[in-house]
């Protein structure tokens, strides 16, 4: 998963979105769907005004997240799982 980290980005420059805004003339919804990670999509011409006011480059604002699968099953030690699996009482 592609996860955006302006939120941290700004947090660590202690830069404001309002003051992104005004420096970028990028509209404050689109501020906010990059600054909550809500993002469905990333404009080339916003990214490319984000890096140059931000100074960083797009692997700084953009990164791979791994996410395991979301039905992935998962192997119980204990073996429990097994005994129930077979009709026995633990």
Do not use: H, W
């Amino acid at each position: 998963m592609i996860s955006c980290r302006l939120s941290v980005i700004l947090g660590a420059k202690r830069i404001k979105v309002a003051d992104v805004c005004r420096g970028t003339g990028i509209a404050r919804a689109t501020l906010d769907r990059y600054y909550y990670d809500r993002a469905n999509s990333f404009d080339r011409a916003v990214l490319e005004k984000l890096c140059k006011f931000l100074q960083v480059k797009p692997g700084d604002l953009l990164v791979m997240i791994d996410q395991p699968e979301l039905f992935e099953t998962q192997v119980v030690a204990s073996g429990l799982t097994d005994t129930l699996a077979n009709g026995k009482k633990a």
